[in-house]
């Protein structure tokens, strides 16, 4: 799935074109800033679909911390009412338990087909994400694998072993989740697990200072005691 916000429609319809043509499965379209009413909202998506062509199908990207734009339960019902090509939600709204729960009620009354739900967000609330009706996860954090592990046991029916690892991991996803050092930071414990040759950044992204590092590392010790892939890591 490729992104492909742009300002115009005629830039957002030439990368979709050729995302697909490349292989992409799909295209994720978020709205712009300057959208305020429902109805913009609503119209905005038929217009985008318009200009990429419904052949396509489409991802919502609810991402209101970022775009300013609030999309209620219903304005995202009559989206995907309105456009067959929408064929997936990204829900990145913060809080947002309630509106997943809200989806699938509406699915439940026969108001809205089902269209798969995957969350951002670094995976902070994915435990009860998925307890609320989320197919799993779209984000990054140090450990995917994790993620992963939580939506197979949520789906396995383990729901104490999911929350247990999910736990065990919370102290490093809240700290990858700081605005401005998010990035760092996995980029910092993807290296020390061997994944990454180097944590370095394209300016003006930074690094961890000294007593950041040692604040991770610190995290990644009291991980490990409960999941051992947070000990195979190389020195600093």
């Known amino acids: 799935i490729v992104g492909v916000s742009a300002p115009g429609f005629a830039a957002m319809r030439a990368l979709a074109h050729a995302a697909m ?105 994915l435990d009860f994400e998925m307890e609320r009706g989320a197919d799993g996860a779209m984000t990054g954090y140090a450990f995917p694998e994790m993620l992963i592990d939580v939506v197979r046991l949520m789906n396995e029916g383990r729901r104490e072993d999911a929350h247990d690892l999910f736990d065990a991991h919370l102290p490093l996803v809240r700290y990858e989740q700081q605005q401005g050092v998010g990035l760092a930071t996995r980029k910092y414990v993807m290296m020390k697990r061997g994944i990454l040759a180097s944590d370095a950044q394209r300016k003006p992204g930074g690094s961890l200072s000294a007593t950041a590092k040692t604040e991770v590392d610190y995290l990644l010790t009291r991980l490990a005691r409960h999941d051992k892939r947070a000990a195979a890591r190389i020195a600093a």
Not at 74 to 101: F, Q, T, Y
Not at 105 to 117: D, M, N, Q, S, T
Request: overall charge neutral.
């Open 21 to 125: 043509a490349k292989g992409a499965a799909g295209a994720m379209i978020a709205p712009p800033p300057s959208l305020r009413t429902d109805d913009q909202i609503v119209t905005y998506y038929a217009q985008a679909v318009e200009a990429i062509g419904s052949d396509i199908p489409f991802v919502i990207q609810d991402y209101p911390l970022t775009l300013s734009v609030i999309m209620t339960p219903e304005v995202i019902r009559r989206i995907i009412a309105d456009n067959p090509s929408c064929v997936m939600l990204k829900h990145e709204d913060w809080p947002g338990l309630e509106k997943i729960s809200a989806l699938r009620r509406f699915e439940k009354e026969g108001k809205l087909r089902r269209v798969p739900i995957l969350t951002g967000n670094g995976g902070l609330f």
